[in-house]
């Protein structure tokens, strides 16, 4: 079994009575509201039959106020610009929730205190694909709206926490592959990918662009990383770090360092993925 923990926390809110699930989320911070969950990436790997736990912990940062939060289950999903979707369990292609338990079914968090959630995997001994099957543990509270003037307004918000689950079953492969890349119609400090992934398990990808000058001196680097789930096209946009070093009417490249370090076909080693240089006049 390999586990891997990454953050990437998730904080919604809604009116009273909207539709917890069937909705894009919007990526913020956590602690937003005063809660934390950890580990909120779980890649996992599973066999048919399999029974795992894994523990996640959810935290109560603030210093006096008490919250209370029930925890359920949820599919889910990225769009084509990485934005999550959250769906009923047990209702998307590749879903494990039918394979999931925890416990507790809900938690009140003190000031500063945490409490560990156990969740409980028992894989089928038959499963009809290999690959990548995903679940999302939820944590999800009401708390109210204050006004300008800091009192309660009478709207009350619903924020969620997720741990997102990748369980892969191997054989599988991991397979992304970058189209196209170019800079931004609208923004020439922001970098878009076309990458695509046509294998059966997601690729995680890291790495670096360098924007070089003609003289192929480092002017400056920005950090890449994003995820393209498996079978699924992704639209990646990244803004360039300290685009405000480089100098109008000059000829500049861009330089690509990218890896994939969720390779199941390659033992979870790193793999190189090709990228072609960017080329550009700075206006």
Do not use: C
């Amino acid at each position: 079994m390999t586990i891997s923990k990454r953050l990437s926390l998730v904080s919604t809110s809604a009116i009273i009575g909207a539709s917890l699930l069937m909705s894009s989320i919007t990526a913020t911070a956590a602690y937003a509201f005063g809660v934390g969950v950890q580990p909120s990436t779980v890649e996992m790997t599973v066999k048919p039959g399999d029974r795992q736990r894994q523990v996640v912990t959810i935290g109560n940062v603030h210093k006096t106020k008490t919250i209370s939060l029930t925890m359920g289950l949820a599919d889910w999903s990225l769009d084509k610009n990485g934005q999550l979707i959250l769906n009923p369990p047990g209702e998307t292609e590749r879903s494990a929730a039918d394979w999931v338990r925890f416990s507790p079914a809900s938690v009140t968090l003190k000031p500063e205190t945490s409490q560990d959630i156990t969740v409980e995997i028992s894989t089928p001994y038959k499963i009809g694909e290999k690959g990548d099957h995903r679940f999302a543990l939820l944590a999800t509270t009401l708390l109210p709206e204050l006004n300008e003037r800091g009192e309660v307004s009478g709207v009350w918000n619903r924020y969620q926490l997720t741990s997102l689950f990748y369980l892969t079953l191997t054989p599988s492969k991991s397979l992304p592959e970058v189209n196209s890349v170019a800079l931004h119609p609208e923004d020439n400090s922001v970098i878009t990918m076309d990458i695509s992934n046509p294998g059966d398990a997601h690729a995680r990808l890291q790495g670096t662009a360098y924007v070089k000058n003609d003289a192929g001196e480092v002017v400056t680097e920005t950090p890449l990383n994003t995820v393209v789930l498996d079978r699924a096209d992704r639209i990646y946009n990244v803004k360039l770090e300290e685009f405000d070093k480089l100098e109008p009417a000059q000829n500049y490249h861009i330089d690509f360092d990218l890896n994939n370090s969720y390779a199941p076909q390659n033992k979870f080693r790193e793999t190189d993925v090709a990228v072609d240089p960017l080329k550009f006049t700075l206006p």
